[in-house]
């Protein structure tokens, strides 16, 4: 049973256009959410994250959105660059449980010129 | 300013053979990871270490072992390598055990099993 999922495996858009991408969670005792890039050849690196009782956080151009009541958040990168391209791969971790993170299978977010 | 560092980067093994994929941090983090990735998958982990002298398993430990002897260094060993352990491996280091302290991630080792 996944844990984290994300059911888009690829996203293409525009440059200068808003990429959204989504995340779903099952265990309601994750009590933070990571997301990391990832480029090919590269390990992931952090994102942004938010904890449990916040429903928004923002960073520059990246925004992540938490709706805990339906277990979603959602990525927003605006406006998009080509060098967004790349993995973005959600995360779930709960405080007790020795920063141990539960990884989704990934978006592969291109970004066209 | 190294990071996470992993060698080698990549290595073809045969059925059957062992080797130590190494790993080290020079942040002085307490807590480190160890995570296979198939293709199109996310990161599973496989073995986890919360300070020197402690290891644990994690959701794919089966044919693996680990030892972490210094805060510093926290090397993956594969005994009888057999295909199924063909993936790209990753470290990870975190500071604290904090759910939100981002990993740091090294750029992974690549494993092939003929």
């Known amino acids: 049973d996944q844990q984290v999922k994300q059911n888009s495996p690829s996203l293409s858009v525009q440059e200068g256009r808003i990429s959204i991408l989504n995340c779903d969670y099952t265990n309601s005792m994750f009590d933070y959410f990571l997301w990391y890039k990832k480029y090919p050849a590269e390990g992931p690196t952090f994102l942004i994250s938010?904890?449990?009782?916040?429903d928004k956080n923002e960073d520059g151009r990246f925004t992540v959105f938490l709706n805990k009541s339906a277990k979603h958040l959602s990525l927003h990168i605006v406006p998009s660059q080509p060098g967004d391209s790349a993995v973005y791969f959600c995360?779930?971790?709960?405080?007790?449980?020795?920063?141990?993170?539960?990884f989704g299978d990934g978006t592969t977010l291109t970004v066209k010129p | 300013n190294a990071g996470v560092t992993q060698t080698p980067k990549f290595r073809i093994l045969k059925i059957g053979q062992s080797m130590t994929l190494q790993c080290t941090q020079d942040?002085?983090?307490?807590?480190m990871y160890w995570y296979r990735q198939d293709p199109g998958m996310g990161l599973k982990l496989i073995y986890y270490s919360v300070g020197a002298g402690i290891t644990d398993k994690g959701e794919v430990p089966n044919g693996y072992n680990v030892s972490r002897s210094t805060t510093e260094d926290f090397p993956l060993r594969l005994e009888l390598a057999a295909p199924s352990q063909t993936s790209v491996y990753f470290c990870a280091s975190s500071s604290t055990s904090g759910g939100g302290q981002p990993q740091h991630f090294g750029d992974g080792t690549r494993l092939s099993i003929l």
């Open positions: 938010i904890s449990s009782i916040k």
């Open positions: 942040m002085n983090h307490n807590y």
């Open positions: 995360a779930a971790s709960a405080n007790t449980n020795a920063g141990k993170s539960t």
